[in-house]
Nanobody, 124 residues
Framework: EVQLVESGGGLVQPGGSLRLSCAAS????????IGWFRQAPGKEREGVSC????????SYSESAKGRFTISRNNAKNTVYLQMNKLNPEDTAVYYC?????????????????WGQGTQVTVSS
């Protein structure tokens, strides 16, 4: 059974940092692109970042570039999203997802498996 479990969300003040984790099981981790997506109330789901290929190539949305860093630990089947300089516009439910076919895509419909999400709230 494929499982993706996110953790690390919470309440943080503007300018603060959070690190999200996505623990994967039930599939060959190295064969998949793992992406982070987010969805705020009333808004569409948007891609934030993904990591893919044996070289650990990465992609970022414009809003994430320079502030967020994605990484993975293959030994632990875990992907991380380090988020710095957070602002209220980053408030959303953050999901990790896995795709066999996608190589660097941040299009949510190209992903096959999804976690349950973790809430990130940026507020003073």
């Amino acid at each position: 059974e494929v499982q993706l479990v996110e953790s690390g969300g919470g309440l943080v003040q503007p300018g603060g940092s959070l690190r999200l984790s996505c623990a994967a099981s039930g599939f060959t981790f190295d064969d998949y692109t793992i992406g982070w997506f987010r969805q705020a109330p009333g808004k569409e789901r948007e891609g934030v970042s993904c990591i893919y290929s044996s070289a650990g190539s990465t992609s970022y949305s414009e809003s994430a570039k320079g502030r967020f860093t994605i990484s993975r630990n293959n030994a632990k089947n875990t992907v991380y999203l380090q988020m710095n300089k957070l602002n209220p516009e980053d408030t959303a439910v953050y999901y990790c997802a896995a795709s066999r076919a996608s190589m660097g895509s941040l299009l949510w419909w190209e992903y096959d498996y999804w976690g349950q999400g973790t809430q990130v709230t940026v507020s003073s």
